[in-house]
């Protein structure tokens, strides 16, 4: 019924995460209306994205360079790093601008039931940066679930001989959240984890 | 703090209907990770789009033709034209498969408040096609608003000295909606539209 140039873009909208067939139709009419100079902008910063985005060879963040912006920057501490899970976690912690040191993007998480396991994700370039650039601390910020925890105590047992510092995030009840939306494990964690005021 | 080509793709993204800073972030972070085939086919939709995608000269529906393909189907009823605000509404009609007549799209509504005259959308096209093809019936569907009452009311008025029979949908409750929840004008209307059983 749709005209077949609307039904590919369409479908290219469908494959992007959380739009389904009514949104990507809605989205895909939408753009109908853009002007010519709008589509063509949009079309051109895909293909640019295609061809200039990449990871960075030592953190593994998204960059348009060899090396990405944090990594190059010498104004931040080399002797921390920060490990997340996927390149988008920098920016939400980059966003609240409270950390000043380097990352490291493990880009995954390990899970047997998935066959995913040690060697499957970044940890071995992580080791490497902490062996070579004398780190004194990791910051573990990974998501507090089955595979973030193995994840967590995988890297802790696998340092447990160095030096370095090993520190994870806080588990607990979001700022603004009713407890009574709160699941009991997290609610378990948030009392482990209690502080005096 | 992001890529110069991911921002870019972030800002257009911005440009669609309902997606936000967040949700563009989501997005162009889950285009990142797309092979570089299904970006160049991505892009290529869009210019695609932007290149053959054009209105119906008859009744104003998006086509990739001069003519779309209900206005150049001779199996449909060329005697009732079904009047819709937008293209995008045709193809919630047709998905339902219960008419079979053609279409015509005012492209707008109007709308004294908003300086949209009648002259401002396409209602002399749509009386020269009446005029022209001795339309037997026109089925209004536009929204149930000041608006396109309005523009119902203007299309009867002019209509008024010809013989053409002039319908809108029925305004109601729709299914599965809780009474409670439908706002008074509507009630009214259901009301009005009563029927027996």
């Given amino acids: 019924m749709y005209p077949e140039c609307l039904k590919k873009v369409i479908e290219c909208l469908k494959d992007l995460p959380g739009i389904g067939e009514k949104t990507a139709e809605r989205l895909a009419f939408s753009l109908v209306n853009f002007s010519k100079e709008r589509l063509t902008v949009f079309s051109n910063s895909i293909i640019d ?7 960075c060879s030592i ?13 190059s920057d010498s104004n931040r501490n080399g002797k ?20 000043n040191g380097k990352y490291h993007v ?18 071995n370039s992580l080791l490497d940066r902490i062996k070579k650039n004398d780190i004194e601390e990791i910051i573990l910020a990974l998501k507090p679930s089955i595979e973030g925890e193995t994840t967590m105590q995988y890297i802790k047992k696998i340092l447990e001989n160095s030096n370095v510092k090993i520190t ?3 588990t607990g009840i979001p700022i603004g959240t009713d407890i009574e939306y709160i699941d009991a494990m997290t609610l378990e964690f948030a009392l482990e984890g209690r502080k005096d005021i």
């Fill in 49 to 55: 994205l295609r061809d200039k985005i990449s990871n």
């Fill in 59 to 71: 953190c593994g963040n998204i960059t348009d360079n060899d090396i990405c912006s944090i990594c």
């Fill in 80 to 99: 921390i790093i920060f490990v997340v899970e996927k390149a988008k976690d920098i920016s939400l912690f980059e966003k609240i601008n409270v950390y």
């Fill in 106 to 123: 493990l880009g995954g998480l390990i899970s047997p039931l998935e066959g995913i396991g040690p060697e499957d994700i970044n940890i």
């Fill in 168 to 170: 994870k995030i806080a």
